[in-house]
């Protein structure tokens, strides 16, 4: 196969001319000549054989390449196995995913929040000019997914333009915010731009638990009417909270909230001790709490019959694991597992866990890369830097990679390092080292009892 890869990056080695040979091949764009026609041919091998590699039909990937997101991703990771050939987890050409903090202006003064935004901008966010560059590195890399966050981003007047921009040059655009923007016209001016899914943080069922978490009285009132509104408006919503001692019990509450409101899917963020985190560490659940929510996290995808996610690397151990295998993970649910048996582990050791710096990347206001909005370190500046370059040669970001040398959670040769990793951010926000144990695991349990945090 490498061989056949190596025509193919000759030939259509820029991400963009290589999204169309996959779009001929979907059967979604027209050839051009016959060198297209040859291309195709080619790419039909290809994606064969990588779909026997998860264990998939390649005539269910071919349905899914219909959609200009997808093309896109598998267009990195074809040229991921050209350049880099098969590795675990696997290195793609880009990152599927960029999370972009557009601004630290926020609306809201919530306790966890890791890039300390408050009602006033930051010094040097990025003028209308620097963000279109910034959104030109990200097209012309081959990103399939961007994730507009903040601060607050429906704050910021250019995140209308760049929105659409992005969806017209075929990425996924969602957007991350606090919900209590969103009337029915700004519900509606989103799913004019391209705006395809709308994260809205609920960080609880109850809404008094929520505003003094959020830091403003009426924040959940404000965050319900949001997202009524966007569903109003057939947009695909989500409802994302953090994990803690406050509401970890309230899974089945919370999945009958988003049921309710007619959401799309729940997003369970991993609590992280950085930014205004690290004053409420003691909120952070032990391993094996933490563990047990995953379980029930996994049991209310089952019984709600609702896309639940979470951002915590251990939850692919208990969704692989489950009566009815499947996969579900930070950006991905697989739910395939009776008709292909072998794909969920296959696809978790793919995309490998913990995506920081393996199959995504977030920038902030000021252009700065980091290897994930948790982990406050910069690895470059997207427009001084460019963004394929940061990706391919920034030795932090090329260390998260491996996951055999001087890699140190669970014990170092964890079993399930290639499919979990461990959250990189907790590593890095409890004990300073990236490479070290995530104390969130129970195999870790002896770091976590170490740590000089208020346990309960």
Same mark, same amino acid.
């Given at each position: 196969? *490498?061989?056949?890869?190596?025509?193919?990056?000759?030939?259509?080695?820029?991400? *963009?001319?290589?999204? &169309?040979?996959?779009?001929?091949?979907?059967?979604?764009?027209?050839?051009?000549?016959?060198? %297209?026609?040859?291309?195709?041919?080619?790419?039909?091998?290809?994606?064969?054989?990588?779909?026997?590699?998860?264990?998939?039909?390649?005539?269910?990937?071919?349905?899914?390449?219909?959609?200009?997101?997808?093309?896109?991703?598998?267009?990195?990771?074809?040229?991921?196995?050209?350049?880099?050939?098969?590795?675990?987890?696997?290195?793609?050409?880009?990152?599927?995913?960029?999370?972009?903090?557009?601004?630290?202006?926020?609306?809201?003064?919530?306790?966890?929040?890791?890039?300390?935004?408050?009602?006033?901008?930051?010094?040097?966010?990025?003028?209308?000019?620097?963000?279109?560059?910034?959104?030109?590195?990200?097209?012309?890399?081959?990103?399939?997914?961007?994730?507009?966050?903040?601060?607050? $981003?429906?704050?910021?007047?250019?995140?209308?333009?760049?929105?659409?921009?992005?969806?017209?040059?075929?990425?996924?655009?969602?957007?991350?915010?606090?919900? #209590?923007?969103?009337?029915?016209?700004?519900?509606?001016?989103?799913?004019?731009?391209?705006?395809?899914?709308?994260?809205?943080?609920?960080?609880?069922?109850?809404?008094?638990?929520?505003?003094?978490?959020?830091?403003?009285?009426?924040?959940?009132?404000?965050?319900?009417?949001?997202?009524?509104?966007?569903?109003?408006?057939?947009?695909?919503?989500?409802?994302? /909270? #953090?994990? #803690?001692?406050?509401?970890?019990?309230?899974?089945?509450?919370?999945? *009958?909230?988003?049921?309710?409101?007619?959401?799309?899917?729940?997003?369970?963020?991993?609590?992280?001790?950085?930014?205004?985190?690290?004053?409420?560490?003691?909120? %952070?659940?032990?391993?094996?709490?933490?563990?047990?929510?995953?379980?029930?996290?996994? &049991?209310?995808?089952?019984?709600?019959?609702?896309?639940?996610?979470?951002?915590? $690397?251990?939850?692919?151990?208990?969704?692989?694991?489950?009566?009815?295998?499947?996969?579900?993970?930070?950006?991905?649910?697989? %739910?395939?597992?009776?008709?292909?048996?072998?794909? $969920?582990?296959?696809?978790? =050791?793919?995309?490998?866990?913990?995506?920081?710096?393996?199959?995504?990347?977030?920038? =902030?206001?000021?252009?700065?890369?980091?290897?994930?909005?948790?982990?406050?370190?910069?690895?470059?500046?997207?427009?001084?830097?460019?963004?394929?370059?940061?990706?391919?040669?920034?030795?932090?970001?090329?260390?998260?990679?491996?996951?055999?040398?001087?890699? &140190?959670?669970?014990?170092?040769?964890? $079993? /399930?390092?290639?499919?979990?990793?461990?959250?990189?951010?907790?590593?890095?926000?409890?004990?300073?080292?990236?490479?070290?144990?995530?104390?969130?695991?129970?195999?870790?349990? %002896? #770091?976590?009892?170490?740590?000089?945090?208020?346990?309960?």
């Amino acid at each position: 196969m *490498r061989l056949l890869l190596r025509s193919i990056i000759r030939k259509y080695g820029e991400p *963009r001319r290589l999204v &169309r040979i996959l779009g001929i091949y979907a059967g979604v764009e027209k050839s051009l000549s016959i060198f %297209d026609d040859i291309a195709v041919s080619i790419i039909s091998l290809i994606v064969s054989r990588i779909a026997n590699m998860v264990g998939i039909d390649e005539d269910y990937l071919k349905i899914y390449l219909r959609d200009s997101y997808m093309r896109r991703g598998l267009a990195s990771l074809i040229l991921g196995l050209g350049y880099y050939g098969i590795t675990r987890p696997q290195r793609i050409y880009a990152p599927f995913m960029i999370v972009w903090d557009f601004t630290k202006v926020c609306n809201l003064k919530c306790a966890h929040c890791y890039a300390l935004a408050s009602p006033y901008p930051s010094q040097g966010e990025l003028s209308l000019e620097g963000k279109l560059r910034v959104l030109k590195e990200i097209d012309e890399s081959g990103v399939a997914i961007l994730a507009i966050s903040g601060g607050e $981003p429906l704050l910021n007047r250019d995140f209308w333009i760049i929105a659409e921009r992005a969806y017209k040059a075929g990425l996924l655009v969602s957007v991350a915010t606090n919900g #209590t923007l969103i009337s029915r016209s700004v519900a509606r001016r989103l799913k004019e731009v391209g705006v395809r899914y709308v994260e809205v943080s609920v960080d609880s069922p109850y809404p008094e638990v929520h505003d003094r978490f959020r830091g403003v009285k009426g924040a959940w009132d404000k965050a319900i009417n949001g997202i009524k509104n966007a569903k109003a408006e057939k947009l695909n919503v989500g409802i994302a /909270f #953090t994990v #803690t001692k406050l509401n970890y019990k309230d899974v089945d509450d919370m999945i *009958r909230l988003a049921k309710e409101l007619g959401v799309d899917a729940v997003v369970a963020f991993n609590f992280i001790p950085t930014g205004r985190g690290k004053s409420i560490v003691s909120l %952070d659940l032990n391993p094996y709490e933490r563990y047990e929510f995953l379980k029930m996290l996994y &049991r209310a995808w089952r019984e709600f019959n609702l896309q639940v996610y979470s951002t915590s $690397p251990q939850y692919s151990l208990v969704t692989v694991s489950g009566e009815r295998r499947g996969l579900a993970s930070h950006f991905l649910i697989f %739910d395939e597992g009776k008709r292909y048996p072998v794909a $969920p582990i296959a696809i978790a =050791e793919l995309i490998g866990g913990c995506g920081a710096g393996v199959t995504y990347m977030a920038i =902030e206001a000021n252009g700065d890369a980091q290897p994930c909005v948790f982990i406050p370190i910069k690895v470059g500046n997207i427009i001084k830097d460019g963004l394929l370059n940061i990706w391919h040669n920034n030795p932090i970001l090329n260390s998260l990679r491996d996951r055999d040398n001087n890699y &140190r959670c669970g014990g170092g040769l964890c $079993p /399930f390092r290639y499919i979990c990793g461990g959250c990189r951010a907790r590593a890095y926000g409890y004990l300073g080292d990236l490479k070290g144990p995530d104390s969130g695991c129970p195999l870790n349990y %002896d #770091t976590w009892s170490k740590l000089n945090i208020l346990h309960n």
